[in-house]
């Protein structure tokens, strides 16, 4: 055989393994309905569509030398014969040997060509009355490659086979003239605003064109009086300055908005014709879910043959259309959800019999649009449901939580940890679990395409888990936000809420802040000590509170405090090159309209780093500060308890001095002006008892504002206090900054 002659049989086995693989789902998919017990007439409809499409395919495979596929479809061909002729039926076992006859088909297709002459071994199927023999090719105890598809259609009148990696280097240049669209949004905005301040600009100097004509009119008569002519010269050069300058402000001003008009008109057309070429880009690379859930039937099936297990899969949305390189970075979590079902969730047929359930299970598989770019798949089963039970005793076992908080967790929360990475509650470790790595892989890869991941079950009735995901991703919405003066882009379909915090809605529990949302409490941080930015002043927020963006799905969800939240808009991503290619906290990058670079925050890792950050300050700079710092002495011997104390007080506008003890405070409150004291008790020279007491002794000091601090909780101790005459007295035990806060802002 020629050179010539062996690259054409080359490009005619590519064209056969995708005609091949059609051939194998019809096949397959048959014969998972043949499983079913159609009624007589619908069988016999499928076993004349498996005989057609095993005698198609052997033909193919004859055409391009593959003599094992050939002698293979030989074989299915031969049963599906039978079948047809009443010869035999279609037992369980002959069913289960002809998908393993297809896993050695597949196997085939994917195994390197045979050597020149070499003599492929043939399988045979055993006749019924015979147990069966496995194939030789391809392992039994692994589910097939799933198949590629083709929605090449041969009755069109033109059709041109693409390398995929040449659409996807068309659909990045398409995409990146996203960065002239938002370039032109820039132009257009500053041109604008350009336009709006000559506007003003001549609109101030209309304003004094009554009082130049005034002065005009005093000149003309100055100069009928004989006033000096140099002064009336100088003058009139002035005035004939003010005209010209008037004149030439208008005329800029006309200039101007036109060319704002003309600036919006073509970022009207321009942005009309980039979003068509961009979506039409997108639309090459688009396949519909089917692609991928055809060959997930029979991964369940074998999965439930290997469990000894009973379940149907239902698959909803086959064509809803995504983007194949997120089909293909979908393919391994899905398996994974799947087999966690059959592990986890599916109970045995006599186990579901015993709980009043058909033996056979149902899981179901869905995709459906939600709104725009974005659409949600949905996995779930008529299970067993998740055991809370054993989940804490799993995070507790692994250090996760400790044996306290996992008892405070709520039935969501609980079910939330089955996402964390080593935690099983498999009592070994099998072929398909035990290992904690599966649904912790499954929540990066989705987190990794810009997607969440939520779980909800219920005991007994089963789990449902749903993942939100971007149809494409080349390009996504994203939300701007300022945190420590820069600027940060959030995926959108990660956003579940923007909000302004009010000091109402926050409340501090064990040292942390949270937020009361639509009847939940979140945690409450700022963004920038998440991504460990250098502080900054944050914005004036007394114009509505402290504005915050709410991330993450179910129960996993956390509320971080920004600036700023500036706009949404289209983001063009640009992935990050090495050594930078994985970065805490940061996804990628993408260039914004005015050519500034602005990270794409990983919401997985913010969600995680938040855990490890206090949060304080969020209700302070919610709160209004007064117009005039009310003066707060605080006095401790402690210099931790004292700074605290400092900067809760400061950071809610406070102006705090502070003392060593009782009696170096004394001295100070008579020497200078405060309007409250916050006091330990237990201190040197002079504790807080006694200085209250001398406080409600001093005529000038009597009606002073006094907080006392300290650890003493005994029932004797805070009537000490009250008898001493203080105002407040809070308990080191369970002393939280909402606690001092309120009570300051109650007595000043």
Known sequence: MTTQQEEFLKQLQAIFKVEAAEHLQAITAGLLDLEKSPAPEQQRQIVETVFRAAHSLKGAARAVDFTEIESLCQTLEDV???????????????????????????????????????????????????????????????PAPAPATTNEDFSAPQTVRVDVAKLEARLVEAAEMLGVKLSARQRAQDSRELAQRLTAWRDECAAVEPQLRALRRALDRTETGGAHPSSSAG?????????????????????????????????????????????????????????????????????????????????????????????????????????NSIDHGIETAAERTRCGKPPRATIKLGVSHISGNQVELTVSDDGAGIDTGKVRAAAVKRGLVSAQDAARLSEPEAQALIFESDLSTSAMITRLSGRGLGLAIVQEKVSKLGGSISVDSQAGYGTAFRIVLPATRATFRGILVMAAGRLLV????????????????????EGRETLSFAGRAMSLVWLAQVLQLPPTQHADPCAGGVPVIVLGAGEQRVAFAVDAVLDEQEILVKPLAKPLSRVRNIAAATVLGSGQVAPILNVADLLKSARHVAGAGVRAAAQTKPEHAKAVLV?????????????ILESAGYKVTT???????????????????????????????????????????????VVLVTALETREDRERGVDAGA??????????????????????
């Open 635 to 647: 006095a401790d011997d402690s210099i931790t308890s004292r700074m605290l104390i400092k900067n």
């Open 235 to 339: 003058l009139t050069r002035l005035l004939a300055f003010v005209d010209w300058n008037l004149d030439q402000v208008k005329a800029m001003q006309g200039e101007a908005t036109a060319l704002s008009q003309a600036a919006q008109q073509d970022l009207h057309v321009i942005g009309k014709r980039l979003d068509d070429l961009l979506e039409a880009s997108k639309k090459l690379l688009l396949l519909p879910f089917a692609t991928l859930s055809a060959a997930l039937p029979k991964l369940v099936r074998d999965l439930c043959r290997d469990q000894g297990k009973e379940a149907e899969l239902i698959v909803h949305g086959k064509n809803i259309e995504i983007e194949k390189s997120i089909l293909e970075e979908m393919k391994d979590p899905l398996i994974h959800l799947l087999r």
């Open 490 to 509: 959030v995926p959108t379909v990660q956003v579940q809420h923007v909000l302004r915090a009010q000091p109402d809605d926050i409340r501090t529990v």
């Open 80 to 142: 599906f014969a039978a079948w047809k002729q009443g010869q035999s039926d279609s037992s369980v076992a002959a069913l289960d040997s002809l998908h393993r006859t297809l896993d050695a088909i597949a196997s085939a297709m994917s195994a390197p060509p045979a050597a020149e002459g070499a003599t492929a071994s043939p399988a045979v199927f055993d006749p019924p009355g015979r147990p069966p023999q496995a194939p030789t090719a391809g392992d039994p105890q692994e």
């Open 659 to 705: 003392a060593v003890d009782g009696m170096e405070a004394f001295g100070l409150l008579r020497t200078e002006s405060f309007d409250l004291l916050v006091s330990d008790v237990e201190m040197p020279r002079l504790n807080g008892f006694g200085l209250t007491a001398r406080i409600r002794a001093d005529k000038k000091l009597g009606e002073l504002p």
């Open 727 to 748: 105002n407040a007295y809070i308990v080191k035990s369970s002393f939280d900054q909402s606690n001092l806060i309120e009570a300051v802002q109650r007595l000043i």
